[in-house]
């Protein structure tokens, strides 16, 4: 079993669709999540952090369900600008990646 | 502020060769980190220096090495390549942590990485 499983996609939603990407982790002992954006050939950037209260930044949102070993990232409104792959990371003794979902916003 | 700096940012090595990668991490960041990402697969770790020592190692084997200098910057070097080993290699660095400590778990920021192609 991977470390860290992301739906893998991809998925292709209209423009001002709601969109929803899913995490497992495997380490019950991480203790620091985060979800970055990759863009074709470039590197990955801090998309947010995941607190265990769940936090919201603009249109995204992420949840972290510690029982389930679960994360999610909520993204309302769809722009054409945020279609992109999407890590979930999760960090114990270093940062693992999942292999990242793709989304691709269409007019 | 400067980001995360990588060099050189192509290269072409043949079979058997050895290369050395550059990082140089963002201003205030002690924690240097190595991924390699192969065309079409996720972010793989490789290695994780802070203060000049090797923290963690990700699984891969021994010619892949690499070492962090006074300043903080990275080398990545590989030895004797081999066709799969061509992929892009992103550097990432990190802030110590509140207690001035080096925490794994600190956001990280990537450079824009090496792509290197072994023939």
């Known amino acids: 079993r991977k470390e860290v499983e992301q739906d893998p996609g991809p998925f292709n939603v209209p423009e001002g669709a709601t969109v929803a990407f899913n995490c497992t982790y495997s380490?019950?002992?991480?203790?620091?999540f985060f979800w970055y954006r990759q863009d074709c050939r470039k590197e990955p950037k801090l998309l947010m952090s995941v607190y265990s209260s769940g936090n919201e930044d603009g249109r995204f949102t992420a949840q972290l369900n510690r029982a389930s070993q679960y994360i999610s990232l909520l993204i309302r409104d769809s722009k054409l600008s945020d279609s992109a792959t999407y890590l979930c990371v999760v960090s114990h003794n270093d940062m693992r990646f999942g292999a990242g979902t793709r989304l691709t916003v269409k007019p | 502020e400067a980001g995360v700096t990588q060099s050189p940012t192509h290269l072409i090595k043949t079979r058997g060769q050895q290369v050395t990668l550059r990082c140089s991490p963002i201003s205030g960041h002690t924690s240097v980190y190595w991924y390699q990402q192969a065309l079409g697969l996720g972010l793989q770790f490789l290695l994780w220096?802070?203060?000049?020592?090797?923290?963690n190692r990700g699984n891969f084997p021994p010619r892949f090495s690499g070492r962090q200098f006074p300043n903080y910057s990275s080398e990545l070097n590989v030895n004797a390549l081999e066709l799969e080993d061509s992929a892009l290699y992103l550097c990432?660095?990190?802030?110590?942590?509140?207690?001035?400590?080096?925490?794994?778990?600190?956001?990280?920021?990537f450079g824009p990485g090496t792509r290197l192609t072994v023939l």
């Open positions: 990432a660095s990190s802030q110590p942590g509140t207690s001035g400590r080096a925490m794994s778990y600190n956001e990280q920021f």
């Open positions: 220096y802070d203060e000049g020592e090797e923290r």
């Open positions: 380490n019950s002992a991480s203790q620091s």
